[in-house]
């Protein structure tokens, strides 16, 4: 792995001796919030305080930002029926664009004492913990980017092609990266001609895996054995996303995940070990088999596979990551096929964080612990500018 470069000036220029400020943004109007909270609880114990200033800053599932308490215990995830969320009674907080920086502003409820507003100071980098729409998707980097705010992870445009499996698949296939074959139905083709619908979806052949194209967490995704719970499915992806995206299923196909950290300067990116996930007593990798305590997932870090295939995953993890323009981080994930055929699921710009979640062990089974990982994200936003610099 990259030694990191050193962050002191080299034309002799002072030593900035403040801090910088790490702003930790998390919750978010995304079906994934709860998620969010609970690794902004698993970063905010672990990010180094004696290097950085921390700040902690909800997204109300409304869009309200708010200064947050940040106590990691109350964020985490313990039951499906007690989800963390974002506590929106906490003080309202604004991004402030103040001469090309970014400057966090407090907007006091009682405006007497302080006028109305009240500086928390200048963000040096956001950590943007946000999974799903408004946060993975490149809205939040392009708010940050028209604020001259550095951030961790993806771009506008990878965030974006990330977020959307439509265009992903495009992009991968454009990179001659293997990919299943799938079609998608958009919201006036499901209204206008339902038979056709049926009739492309039927080409792929039963069964099939229906899913909104801007998505996450498994939300909304169903596994349709044949023509007669096609709509239904639709219907429930379309809850989630007006654009539907139908796939081949990966009939026995094993669920491989590896993770890539971009390299400091011109170092190429770095991919993790390789892991395998098993899933019992469901019939796919849904919701409850991701994140609740109790179901019986396995994790296998690493992976029982042959080097070979352990080394063609980690090229194609780095290939889809430089295909998609990634930054920063993204957790690539295959199925193997039983004819040993790798075919790319996804790509996650801001895969789940939390220490037992599959992207931290990667890299601790690679000999980067959860702290140094953190440090990691933020040090490699820091040695970059936004925009086109
Ligand atoms: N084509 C497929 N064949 C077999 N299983 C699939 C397929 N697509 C999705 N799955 C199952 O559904 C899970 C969630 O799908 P995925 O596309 O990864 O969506 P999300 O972005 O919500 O994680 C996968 O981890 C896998 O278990
Ligand atoms: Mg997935």
Not at 271 to 280: K, M, N, Q
Request: charged share 25%; glycine share 10%.
């Amino acid at each position: 792995m990259d030694a990191q470069p050193d962050p002191r000036p080299q034309d002799g220029s002072p030593v900035e001796t403040r801090k910088p400020r790490v702003a930790v943004v998390f919750g978010g109007r995304s079906s994934e919030h709860a998620i969010s909270c609970s690794t902004a609880g698993s970063v905010l114990q672990a990010i180094d305080r004696d290097r950085y200033d921390v700040v902690p800053i909800g997204i109300t599932t409304e869009g309200r930002w708010v200064l947050e308490s940040g106590d990691p215990s109350r964020l985490a995830i313990t039951s499906a029926e007690a989800l963390p969320a974002v506590d929106g009674s906490r003080l309202p907080v604004a991004l402030a664009n103040d001469e090309g920086g970014g400057e966090l502003v407090a907007r006091d409820p009682a405006p007497a004492a302080t006028g109305g507003a009240e500086s928390l100071g200048e963000i040096d980098v956001v950590f943007p913990l946000l999974h799903g729409p408004w946060g993975e998707d490149g809205t939040i980097q392009g708010l940050l980017e028209m604020a001259g705010v550095r951030y961790v992870g993806a771009g506008v445009l990878a965030s974006a092609v990330g977020m959307d499996k439509h265009y992903m698949k495009i992009v991968l296939q454009a990179h001659g990266l293997p990919v299943l074959p799938y079609t998608v139905v958009t919201s006036r083709q499901w209204e206008l001609d339902r038979g056709a619908v049926h009739e492309s979806v039927g080409s792929l052949g039963y069964p099939v895996f229906v899913k909104p194209c801007r998505g996450g967490s498994s939300m909304g995704i169903s596994k349709v054995h044949g023509p007669e719970d096609l709509d239904a499915a639709i219907e429930e992806a379309r809850h989630h996303d007006p654009k539907v995206l139908v796939e081949v299923t990966a009939e026995d196909g094993r669920e491989i995940e590896c993770g890539v950290l971009q390299g400091f300067g011109s170092n190429p990116p770095d991919a993790s070990v390789v892991a395998e996930i098993t899933v019992e007593g469901h019939e796919f990798y849904d919701f409850a088999a991701k994140y609740l305590p109790e179901e019986r997932t396995r994790l296998d870090v690493p992976a029982d596979l042959p080097e070979a295939v352990v080394k063609r995953v980690q090229d194609l993890s780095v290939q889809a990551f430089e295909a998609l323009s990634c930054e920063g981080l993204a957790r690539v994930d295959f199925f193997l096929l039983p004819d040993d055929r790798l075919v790319i699921n996804e790509l996650n710009t801001m895969p789940g964080f939390t220490p037992t979640s599959m992207f931290p062990r990667l890299w601790a089974a690679s000999g980067l612990d959860y702290p140094a990982l953190v440090d990691r994200l933020v040090q490699l936003a820091l040695h970059r500018d936004t925009g086109l610099r």
